[in-house]
C-alpha cells in the first residue's frame, strides 16, 4: 500500500467524472454526493471547463473533475466499483450507443489501489489516463503523487500534456471535501 492507503485502511480509487449534456455540472455534483455514499472521500477536485477530445464535431464543452474515494468493504474490487459506477450512469440516463458521443454522466474508473487487469471490459490503470489532460490536470491537483502503471507521478504527467483545453472553474465538485490527500 501506498503512504495514502496506509492512512485511509484500505485502497484508493480514482473516480474520473464528466459531462457535457444537460446540466453538466449539475449532473456531476449529483454524482459526487452518491460516490461519497460508496466509501470515504479522501480528496476531489474543481470542477474542469474542458474541450471535448475525440467524438463528433459541434459537441459542447465538458465538465470534468476527479474524486479520490477510499471504497468501503463492498466496493473494494474493480468489478464491483465499476458496477456501481454504470449503476449511477443509468441513473442518471446514460446512453451508450456512440462511443465518445456527447453524454450526461461519464464515470470512469482510473485505478484502484494497486489492482491491474489487462483485457475485457476494464482495464486498469486506464490506458489512455496519461494521456488525457481533462482526466490528468484535475487528478495532479487532488492526488500529486498518484502514479501510473509506468511509475510516473501525475504532477510529471501533466507538465508534459498540453493544457490548452482545459479551464479551472474555482468551483467545487463536492462542497466540503478536501481538495487534496495529505499524503502521497
Ligand atoms: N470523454 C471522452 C471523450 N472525450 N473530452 C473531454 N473534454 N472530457 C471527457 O470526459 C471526454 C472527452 C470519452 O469518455
Ligand atoms: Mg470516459
Ligand atoms: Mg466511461
Redesign the pocket.
Known sequence: MTPAEEATGGPLAVVAL?ANLGDPERALRAAARALARLGAVVAASELYR??????PPGQPL?R?AVMVLAPAPPWRTPERLLRALLALEVAAGRDRRER?GPRVL?L?LISLGAETRAAGELVLPHPRAAERA?VMVPLASCWPGWRDAAGRRADAIVQRLDLR?VEATGRALLPGAPAMLAVG
Do not use: A, H, I, K
Request: aromatic share 22%; charged share 15%; no cysteine.
Open positions: 464528466g474542458t474541450q471535448p477530445v475525440g467524438g465538458y470534468n465518445w461519464d470512469d481533462f483545453g
